[in-house]
């Protein structure tokens, strides 16, 4: 009975805390980062799973690759892209470039009033459910294999587990270069895979946003017995439901808005971006990386999906 009544009180505090979030919470934009154009493979799925809300998304493409840094110039990096972030005004920060999860999300989290998600623990949770034999492969740059960051969360979930991390650290930029398809990529693949293959893993996480372009590729070559998991997927999953319990989930029938910024060369993240996001991008703004521009801030998020009906 006490038991009942506790779940009854706790299901009333919630409900008078989402009654306090102000139209203004619930309607600001999410905000997402990653190293390049690789992190639009989970804006994507985000449009998808959550059509109402609007994003901003940063591509740190200046800084493009993240993966040989050192952990502590990619903490530098991450740093700076969620504080251009909140100055934007976002109630919610994705980390979508994995080697920037792995090595900078607990202390991002730490830092920060806002709240900050990472792609490593939705992608280690769904690999672990995922396996059979308990051997699970990593496809990942060589920052976020040498930060630990999957393998820690992998076996927290399941100490049983063997992780079989691959450092690829041509494939990256051969993706974002533009042709997934060419010899040079499918060597590149052929040669990650071989110790995945080896060691017999059933499962095998893409632990960079880059690489869901490959999923065909790395079926054929994997073979229909391993699964692959896409952390763009688990991530907007679990974006919802952060929204809807933190009572900040915009509640608005219009669809909604998303704009871009880069650090590097707007028109080459539009051209290349396209590919990744699987949606016109149209307009790019440019940020040097240094301080924050207020007309960002004060500049709408372009209608992009709104447009692409007409």
């Not at 901003?56 to 969620?82: C, H, M, W």
């Not at 974002?176 to 060419?182: A, L, P, R, T, Y």
Request: aromatic share 6%; hydrophobic share 40%; glycine share 10%.
């Amino acid at each position: 009975m006490l038991e009942c009544i506790a779940m009854e009180e706790a299901t009333l505090g919630a409900g008078r805390a989402a009654d306090a979030v102000t139209p203004e919470a619930r309607e600001s934009p999410i905000g997402l980062f990653d190293s390049g154009v690789g992190g639009l493979t989970v804006l994507h799925e985000c449009l998808v799973s959550l059509p109402h809300e609007d994003f901003i998304y940063l591509g740190d493409t200046g800084s493009f690759p993240y993966g040989p840094k050192t952990q502590e110039q990619v903490q530098a990096l991450a740093f700076r892209n969620a504080g251009f972030l909140v100055e934007q005004g976002v109630k919610l920060i994705i980390v979508a470039c994995n080697s920037a999860a792995a090595a900078a999300l607990p202390q991002l989290q730490a830092a920060f009033t806002t709240p900050i998600v990472g792609v490593v623990m939705p992608g280690a949770r769904a690999a672990m459910q995922e396996t059979r034999n308990r051997r699970v492969g990593l496809m990942a740059t060589e920052a976020t294999v040498n930060s630990g960051g999957y393998q820690r969360a992998l076996t927290a979930l399941d100490a049983g587990l063997e992780v079989v991390p691959v450092a690829c650290p041509r494939l990256a930029p051969l993706i974002q270069e533009g042709d997934v398809f060419s010899e040079e990529v499918e060597s590149a693949v052929r040669e990650y895979i071989a110790p995945l293959k080896a060691a017999g893993v059933d499962t095998v996480i893409l632990g960079c946003t880059h690489y869901p372009l490959l999923t065909p590729m790395l079926r054929r070559l994997l073979g229909p017995g391993v699964a692959l998991i896409n952390s763009a997927q688990e991530i907007a999953r679990e974006v919802g439901e952060i929204l809807e319990r933190k009572g900040i989930a915009n509640r608005s029938s219009e669809e909604g808005r998303y704009s871009f910024v880069a650090t590097g060369d707007p028109e080459q993240f539009r051209s290349v971006g396209r590919r990744f996001l699987q949606l016109p991008i149209r307009e790019v703004a440019f940020w040097s990386g240094e301080g924050s521009d207020p007309a960002l801030r004060s500049q709408p998020a372009h209608r992009e999906r709104e447009e692409a009906t007409r």
